[in-house]
């Protein structure tokens, strides 16, 4: 079988929808307005990604508030917060060119999605006879809506992690259900959990390994043969051009990963100094048999934070490479990141998210060519 390739699901917002959901926020437009703007893009995402022949199409994330929020918030600003919960939680993440995004905090319970991710699943079908694809936020991120420290009053951790699975199966049972083939559930605070950054307490409690144990929780719930189409997205952050965790050493995360019962990962590899020795790490620590299935490692071929555009030939000596270390049968292509999760992104190094919008459809074409290429000179 030839190298799959797959996105990870987001895609610049146009300008244009960037500041419909400013215009939103300051109570200019209807939250319908502000729909009818998402759609469009998300069009124009669909026909565009058609184009690169990219096996599975998605909308990009042009309805979302960002990856991790969308379930909660119509908008990064807090316009349309679901109940029980405040806009002053933790950092998710502090980025290394000093911004920082900031996530709600939960003030009681019960824990419930206002939105679940099917709902664009649903949208999506209807515009394309494709098949589609669907990326949601891992629990393990969610899990940092309850305060670090201190128990909410009738609404213990406990009750909650417990709701939260529940949640978390639903979103991604509730995507299946709607048509999408692939699920992928973002794990950017994979990473993260060691950066022991002083100003984001979070990062320095060592929660990776109860992260692992939480997702897997989400995983027990569904079979072999429906975890082969469920994928863990892992990268060092990806917002405004720059990244939140790339100091952190890459074995701390890539040498335990791998226990999540997932059936695929999309790795971020591209944008590694060291990339020999990402593949090595993922062929040593990637299962053959996860629980009854075999995961398959897509690696990152393309940096969405440069404007750079990768070549076709280039990205086929990236899998070739790849191939010495990881399986060809559990082989495949990714970029490293979402070329935009957050709803609000600039894109200050390509000068213009309309732009940086062209250039994540070349990048992407050059990514599938770039796989089969390899899998020609593989002879897969
Ligand atoms: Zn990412």
Redesign the pocket.
Known sequence: MPIPTEL?GSLPRPMELQDAYEKYDQGQITWEDLQALQDKSAEDSIRRLEQTGETAVTDGEQRESSFATYPLTHTLAGTGLAPNLAGDGQFFAIFDDGHHRQLPRLTGGPFKYQTFASEFVEKNKKLTSHPVKQAVIAPSMLMLLYPLEDEIEGYSREQFLDDLVDECEKDIRKCFDAGAVRVSL?F?EGRLANKNDARNPWTGKDMLQSFIDLNNRVMDRFSAQERKNIGI???P??DCDSVHSKEVPYEKLLNHMFKINAGYFLI?CASEEDRETVYRLCGENSRADADGVAQVCFMGVINPLSPDVESAEHVKNELVTAAKHIPVERLGATD???FS?FSRDVKPKHGSPDFARDVAMQKIANRIEGARLASEELGV
């Open positions: 990870v973002d950017t997205h892992t990268c952050g990806g971020q490293d990141c979402g999760p």
